[in-house]
């Protein structure tokens, strides 16, 4: 026997029990399970940034090479930012989290806890500097050798008004009582100079950095409150000169492009006034002082209008127009009425626009609402309104040079969105020369866009999935996809509801033709209607692969105008609907099929690169890897891994991910997701759980971190405690949405159950939402679930039909009608519908034990589903649990109760399908009086 054949035998074994030593997860591993965030390539490529951040605790900033050198690890840094120059690293950082947590053990004001740092780290001398007490910090886009930060600076209350020389004056101040004062502090990268600004509330660089402006907010009884005002600070020359006088709110501050303009709101009015005055400021070189661009009495501001101090500014990039907002002086309440002697009372009317849980949701919002104007400051200075109450919305072109912009408006038709979900909309096209509207497009359901050149409009138009063109100078409309033998809208939409588009990929460079995405592939049109073409050659459709536009382009250039040109090729994103592969294709010209570039059994996430696009930036992971951060060149030829988070992963018994294929009842080709424990073994049985909401098996490849979920099942602690979890995707169809949860689901588990593997006395289903909904509906129509688990369901849709999402305000009729329910329907069209897919009316054929969470916060679902559920089941003596995680909403925000609910959950499920121990909380509950102090966990 030779020695290779003897080693075999012994390897086996040797992995056998390396497999066998492995743990399961437990609820203690969760603090510690890393994430990678943020990350960055530098515009050379040389250098990457990201950092590793645990579920709790502390995190870590790692600057790279894109050689995976290590240059600095800045422990607890975050938002760091590279110069352009990349010859240094500027990070704030986070005080300790046992500090941070102490302070709020110990409820310290939030004035009172611990600040953040700045560091700064030299990448030439590999030197670090840091400052304390910094609350934020900003460098210039360009040139950005300084870098401006605000601090509190300690100071003696009236030291400032000395002088330096006082030698007895500064002996005397220590005995005085300390302040701390916001100073702005503006520090040279490359000498390490600076100079510092006491009392600063606002400031901002120009786009060079050649200048900074800032306002100064002092207090009303300092000696110093006659600095009060904004200040403008050259760089070269070192000169301060105040631009603005007054105690007052000054913000908004804005410099054009070339950054010789500035502009900015001002408000002098005093701080307790109920009404704001805000003014529009102006300043630009030549100047002495700003100027008042707008108020309230200015030519072309409508009458009992005024400056909205919540309107952004906005420079065209030529410099010529200034776009700001307008908005009607609000109404002030009366102080000099009494609180308690006058009602507080909310009048619903039929007329109203919005119901009124609606209108408070967004009060805040409507309070801020502003409406834009544009002004000319170098020429004509009048102002002249773009818009009204009655729009919604405006878009510019990236540039906002051009004449027009596109307004957007559903007046009259607002009352429709409680049924309808959405509202239609008329599109405007606004002259910013003259405010002169032009309607376009009446009654309107889709999304309509302005070319970059403003010489089109572009909409796809969702009533008949058209993608089409409107000239502005002809006002010629095309339908530009005529005649393609492709969809353009959602072929799997099976909501009562019109399809939604694929999207748009891209303008020419010329802006003269749109490309835009099929189900698979992406086409070339040309807006006036000549040329059509498809950029992937048809390769997405014949071999099911979904094609994806990647521009690569950098944060700095986000705001420009997305184009593509095929000559000069380009890269996809791919995405293989068959296998769930993904990766990334070059494509050259329109007649090729894409060449595959690197595609694998992962998932690609945060792609970027090099300025030069020859250094590529991407994270990848899938159910067995944690996502890690990776370069690569242009070719994808040299992929080199940067982190290596979550290491102690080897240790417990993990799982794997495999796509499942069925035929269903109806005869319907159905798949899913089986999750199997890393130390699977056929020859045993497992309980299974099923999970699901909709469609989930694209993620086959997502990496699910061991955590405390909001609701939904953790799937990697079951699967490493040895259970088996299904996903099976669920098509619906329109008025039977409980019929179609059993087709898939059902059918899913019966089918698996035919394994030997499966132990078919012992299958659960879990869902959260729409998914709980769906479990309360399959435990009325099946016994063959031994524990189902609910979260947030709604079991009555004839109650639930006339409720409110009291998150949005919004009325729950559309839900039914239109969108997720899928009823398709009103309640008095199709009652009967409503009842067949009501869980409440059924609920007397339960046999299966349930748990449901219903949250009194809950802002989707009114948690009364779930009293109506929990007190239905046990009036009918059912085994039944409610939770109701005080305070928390829909899916559980606070990580105190999603650590909660793992472990309930876990011992809910151990219980019914392991035949553990049921703990007290569900053997004798947990008493009111016993509330905070006993959690029911023991067994």
Not at 131 to 154: G, P, T
Not at 418 to 438: M, P
Request: hydrophobic share 35%; proline share 4%.
């Amino acid at each position: 026997m030779n020695k290779k054949s003897i080693c075999i035998p012994f390897c086996f074994l040797a992995a056998f029990a390396a497999h066998a030593q492995k743990k399961p997860l437990d609820h203690t591993v969760y603090d510690s399970w890393q994430s990678v965030s943020s990350p960055y390539i530098s515009k050379s490529g040389k250098f990457v940034l990201f950092q590793v951040v645990p579920q709790e605790g502390d995190n870590q900033l790692f600057l790279k090479t894109k050689e995976n050198k290590e240059l600095i690890q800045i422990p607890r840094g975050y938002n760091g930012k590279l110069t352009d120059t990349e010859n240094h690293l500027l990070s704030l950082v986070k005080a300790p989290f046992a500090v941070t947590r102490e302070a709020k053990i110990k409820k310290k004001k939030a004035e009172e806890l611990p600040k953040d740092s700045l560091a700064i780290y030299n990448l030439t001398t590999s030197s670090l500097v840091k400052f304390a007490q910094v609350k934020s910090y900003k460098i210039a886009d360009q040139n950005n050798n300084f870098v401006s930060f605000l601090f509190d600076k300690e100071i003696n209350e009236k030291s400032e008004a000395k002088t330096a020389n006082d030698a007895t004056s500064a002996k005397k101040s220590s005995d005085k009582k300390k302040k701390t004062v916001a100073t702005l502090a503006l520090y040279d990268l490359n000498s390490g100079d600076s100079v510092q600004f006491s009392s600063v509330d606002q400031y901002e660089w120009n786009k060079n950095g050649s200048k900074i402006v800032f306002s100064k907010k002092t207090d009303s009884k300092d000696s110093l409150s006659k600095e009060s005002g904004v200040y403008l600070y050259e760089i070269a020359t070192k000169k301060l000169k105040k631009i603005s006088n007054g105690k007052g709110n000054y913000k908004n501050f804005k410099f054009d492009e070339s950054g010789n303009q500035l502009a900015y709101l001002g408000d002098l009015s005093n701080e307790k006034a109920l009404l704001k005055n805000y003014n529009l400021y102006y300043y630009s070189n030549g100047i002495d002082t700003a100027q008042y661009l707008a108020t309230k009495t200015s030519n072309g501001i409508p009458k009992n209008w005024a400056v909205s101090g919540d309107g952004d500014i906005r420079f065209s990039k030529n410099g010529e127009k200034l776009f700001f907002g307008i908005a009607p002086i609000p109404r002030v309440k009366d102080t000099t009425l009494v609180d308690f002697e006058h009602a507080k009372v909310d009048v619903w009317n039929w007329q109203d626009d919005y119901l009124q849980p609606m209108q408070l949701v967004n009060l805040k919002k409507d309070l801020a609402r502003n409406f834009l104007a544009v002004t000319y400051p170098k020429y004509n200075r009048n102002i002249i309104p773009l818009t009204d109450q009655t729009f919604n919305s405006t878009a510019l072109t990236p540039d906002g040079n051009e004449e027009y912009i596109l307004a957007r408006t559903d007046f009259g038709k607002r009352i429709a969105s409680q049924w309808e979900g959405s509202t239609r909309d008329d599109i405007y096209l606004v002259s910013t020369k003259t405010g002169n509207k032009e309607l376009i497009l009446s009654n309107f359901s889709g999304n309509a866009i302005l070319s970059p050149d403003a010489k089109y409009i572009v909409y796809f138009d969702q009533d008949n999935g058209t993608w089409n063109s409107y000239q502005v100078s002809s006002k010629k409309k095309t339908v530009l996809n005529d005649g393609i033998p492709a969809s353009f809208a959602d072929e799997e939409n099976d909501m009562p509801t019109s399809a939604q588009g694929y999207g748009m990929a891209a303008w020419s460079p010329d802006f003269k033709g749109i490309y835009v995405n099929s189900r698979y592939d992406i086409w070339y049109f040309n807006l006036d209607g000549s040329s059509k073409s498809i950029l992937t050659n048809g390769y997405g459709a014949a071999s099911q692969t979904t094609f994806r536009y990647l521009p690569l382009k950098r944060e700095e250039d986000r705001e420009q105008a997305t184009t593509l040109d095929y000559k000069k090729g380009g890269f996809l994103t791919s995405f293989d609907n068959k296998t769930k592969e993904s990766g990334f294709y070059q494509f050259k010209g329109q007649h090729s099929d894409p060449k595959s570039l690197l595609v694998e059994a992962k998932a690609f996430k945060n792609i970027s690169s090099s300025a030069d696009q020859q250094t590529i930036l991407y994270s990848k992971e899938d159910y067995m890897n944690s996502p890690n951060i990776y370069t690569n060149t242009i070719k994808f030829k040299d992929e080199l891994q940067l982190s290596n988070i979550n290491p102690q992963q080897a240790n417990y018994n993990w799982g794997t991910a495999e796509l499942v294929h069925w035929t269903t009842p109806e005869g319907n080709q159905a798949e899913g997701i089986l999750y199997k424990p890393e130390n699977f073994d056929p020859a045993k049985k497992y309980p299974i759980i099923a999970y699901f909401y909709e469609k989930l098996s694209d993620g086959l490849y997502t990496y699910q971190p061991p955590a405390p979920t909001p609701s939904r099942l953790n799937i990697p602690y079951f699967v490493s405690n040895e259970y088996l979890v299904f996903a099976p995707n669920i098509s619906y169809k329109t008025g039977h949405p409980g019929q179609s949860a059993e087709e898939y689901i059902n059918s899913g588990m019966r089918y698996l159950a035919q394994n030997a593997w499966v132990d078919s006395t012992k299958m659960g289903i879990q869902g959260q939402s729409w998914g709980g909904y769906q479990v309360a509906h399959l435990i009325t129509r099946t016994n063959m679930y031994a524990a189902a688990w609910t979260g947030a369901p709604v079991v009555n849709m004839t109650s639930a039909y006339g409720g409110i999402r009291w998150q949005t305000g919004m009325s729950r009729q559309f839900q039914y009608e239109h969108t997720q329910s899928r009823i398709g329907k009103t309640l008095w069209e199709a009652p009967e519908l409503y009842i067949e897919n009501s869980p409440l009316f059924h609920l007397d054929k339960v046999k299966t034990p349930v748990v449901i969470m219903a949250n009194d916060n809950d802002g989707a679902v009114p948690w009364y589903q779930g009293i109506e559920m929990f007190t239905a089941l046990r009036r009918l003596n059912k085994p039944v649990w409610m939770l109701n995680y005080n305070g928390d909403e829909h899916n559980l925000i606070l990580r105190q109760n999603r650590k909660d609910i793992q472990i309930r959950e876990q011992q809910f499920f151990d219980h019914f399908l392991k035949g553990a121990p049921a703990p007290a909380w569900m053997k004798k509950g947990v008493p009111a009086t016993e509330k905070g102090i006993d959690w029911g966990f023991e067994l």
